[in-house]
């Protein structure tokens, strides 16, 4: 007789083989969503945060969520948020322009009116504490194919040697040759004419000044572009002015208009939490690099002027003391946000770093640029030379070595070239040269690279490609040890960062980690990305090793060059190192503020006595963090030490 099952056990097999196939279908599911519990469990053990850290999201209530382009690391404890505009023209349009403090240890947030869009500004510490912002955005670029008015550039002349006149914006200029009229989208003051006499023959000669404005059709539509040179009569002008002032343009069309930059400057007080206008600078700069040196004075070099262009050489100091800018004698060209560090001999190191705009054959090559004679020598042997823009580069600790390091970095704009080669160069060699150290976790542009109070340094996220294009982020950290010039992963970052993202020290030893502008949201580039708002938290695996050395004293402290400062210890601290960090203040892959340096340090009954060098080049003026570290490498948390100027310290 043939076998034939119950009724119960056909559906006892019918139901198997179904969950059988549910099971073949959601299997990988099933497998992600194990593997992703298993991770979790996995990161939150004691062992794993001891030997790789550990991240954490900051709550960030929703009215204080903004597009953090710039960070600085305050005396005060707290960290200034930048966005401007946020790199959304909306927000450009409206004038919505925002700034958040942000408190690290209560966790609180506070807006703070921001006069100007400083989008894409630079910024540096000053010696009393305050933060030097400087530049902006006075306009947001405009593709080809996106730019509905002709436009241009206009300059404006003036043969009076009497007076100088300002031309409000909407001023406009019509062609004597083609008739068509332009209107001036900003100020313009073009200074008065020079005038100078032969000695021999008493002859006058007037040598016309100039100035530049960008200008646009008064209407849409190619019929009102120009192909050729002409000049402007200026609308409103009588009796003389109209023959003194005038203005000659080459092709006024609809060619790409790139981003354009402001004079303006600022001094943000920690304490009083506001901004401070102070003097423009001479030149209008967005992408702009600010370098502090030896005497407190700030460097600032580069960056797109008010009508699109890189700045051509022209480089100029601010001084703290008079709030007033000038001038370097002689130029030198940069590309824009270039990596420039006060080495310890006062002199300029250029590691060829870079972020985004300038010709790929001029202004690349790694060299030391001695400012007072405006000499450049070149320093070689640097690997992948063709991938040096948004690339980071570190100081390595501890400062007296003068030991730098640049990581990763991509091709010129948009290019899809990265790399994952890091180099380093010691300045003090006798001839020095880069030299590889080992390769970064991935090929990616802009890392962000941050040094820890125990000699080591942290990086962290970037992208393969550019803007993250073609969902190329790279969730990875590591840790390198220049000591053994070795590297190690570390805990995984929660979020992809690649364009307008960075880190930051934190007084605790914590790092936090802001920003990221992906071009786009998927792998096949068809939906526009959005800004990543998120704000991190990295504790590094020292602060998982148990009692942590603690310092204690006055809560504010200020030191001479070369002076000594005491503080008091816990009873059990052992002290290996004393290292004072430099607050760092970050933008665009660039963080030439930061530094750690080793301190001399004797231990007293109750304490220990720290020795501050006595080179302003080594430390310039302003605010620091000390840490003590044990022998295990756990730091404690910061006092603050001011370092003083150094009246005998000159530059320019």
């Not at 700045?311 to 824009?336: A, C, M, Q």
């Not at 890392?447 to 190329?472: C, E, F, K, M, Q």
Request: charged share 25%.
């Amino acid at each position: 007789m043939k076998y034939r099952p119950s009724r119960r056990t056909r559906r006892y097999a019918l139901g198997t083989a179904a969950v059988l196939v549910l099971a073949g279908l959601n299997g990988p599911a099933l497998y992600r969503f194990g593997t992703d519990r298993y991770h979790r469990y996995e990161i939150n053990q004691p062992e794993y945060k001891a030997g790789n850290g550990h991240w954490d999201v900051v709550d960030v209530p929703r009215e204080h969520r903004i597009n953090t382009i710039h960070a600085a690391l305050l005396h005060t404890g707290k960290v200034l948020l930048i966005a401007g505009s946020g790199n959304n023209a909306r927000n450009f349009a409206a004038k919505s322009f925002r700034s958040v403090l942000w408190d690290p240890e209560k966790n609180t947030f506070k807006d703070i009116p921001t006069p100007k869009d400083m989008f894409c500004a630079g910024h540096t510490q000053l010696p009393d504490g305050r933060l030097l912002v400087a530049g902006g955005t006075q306009r947001y670029e405009k593709l080809e194919g996106d730019v509905e008015k002709a436009g241009g550039l206009m300059f404006v002349h003036n043969e009076d040697p009497d007076k100088p006149r300002t031309f409000p914006a909407g001023t406009r200029f019509t062609g004597k040759k083609n008739g068509k009229t332009f209107e001036s989208q900003d100020p313009v003051l073009v200074p008065r004419a020079t005038k100078t006499q032969d000695p021999r023959t008493g002859r006058v000669t007037v040598r016309a000044s100039t100035a530049r404005v960008y200008v646009e059709a008064l209407h849409k539509g190619e019929r009102h572009q120009t192909g050729t040179e002409d000049n402007y009569r200026i609308a409103g002008l009588k009796g003389s002015d109209r023959r003194n002032f005038y203005g000659i343009a080459q092709k006024l069309s609809f060619d790409k208009k790139d981003f354009q930059g402001i004079r303006d400057s600022w001094e943000f007080d920690p304490v009083a939490e506001r901004y401070i206008t102070v003097d423009p600078m001479n030149e209008a700069r967005w992408y702009p690099t600010l370098t502090t040196l030896q005497d407190g004075k700030v460097l600032s070099v580069s960056g797109l002027d008010e009508i699109g262009q890189v700045v051509p050489g022209k480089n100029e100091i601010y001084d703290p003391r008079t709030g007033k800018w000038s001038y370097l004698p002689k130029e030198r060209f940069f590309p824009t946000y270039p990596a420039l560090f006060l080495t310890d001999r006062g002199k300029i190191f250029y590691t060829g770093s870079n972020a985004g705009y300038g010709p790929a054959d001029k202004g690349r090559k790694p060299g030391i640029w001695d400012v007072e004679r405006n000499t450049f020598d070149v320093v070689p042997g640097i690997s992948d030379p063709e991938a040096l823009e948004t690339s980071m580069s570190v100081l390595l600790p501890p400062a007296q070595d003068q030991r730098y390091m640049v990581l990763g970095g991509g091709g010129v704009g948009e290019s899809e070239t990265s790399t994952a080669k890091t180099r380093i160069v010691d300045l003090h060699a006798d001839e020095p040269r880069f030299r590889d150290g080992p390769d970064l976790y991935g090929a990616v542009r802009y890392p962000s690279s941050v040094i820890l109070p125990d000699d080591t340094v942290l990086t962290t996220n970037g992208s393969g490609d550019y803007r993250g294009r073609g969902a190329s982020n790279v969730l990875k950290a590591e840790i390198y040890d220049p000591r053994t010039n070795t590297s190690r992963p570390v805990a995984d970052p929660l979020v992809g960062r690649n364009y307008h993202s960075g880190a930051l020290l934190l007084p605790d030893g914590r790092v936090m980690t802001f920003g990221s502008d992906s071009l786009f949201a998927d792998e096949a580039n068809t939906r526009p990305g959005d800004f990543q708002q998120q704000i991190d938290l990295y504790t590094p695996p020292y602060l998982f090793r148990g009692e942590r050395p603690r310092l204690t004293g006055p809560a504010r402290t200020e030191v001479e060059p070369g002076g000594r400062a005491t503080f008091r210890t816990a009873g059990t601290t052992r002290i290996a190192k004393a290292r004072l960090l430099r607050p760092g203040s970050f933008t665009h892959v660039t963080n030439v503020e930061q530094k750690s340096v080793a301190l001399k340090f004797r231990r007293t009954a109750h304490g220990v006595t720290v020795t501050v060098p006595d080179d302003p080049s080594l430390v310039p003026p302003g605010w620091y963090m000390l840490h003590v570290v044990d022998p295990r490498g756990v730091p404690s948390e910061a006092v603050w030490v001011k370092v003083a100027v150094d009246e005998d310290a000159d530059t320019f």
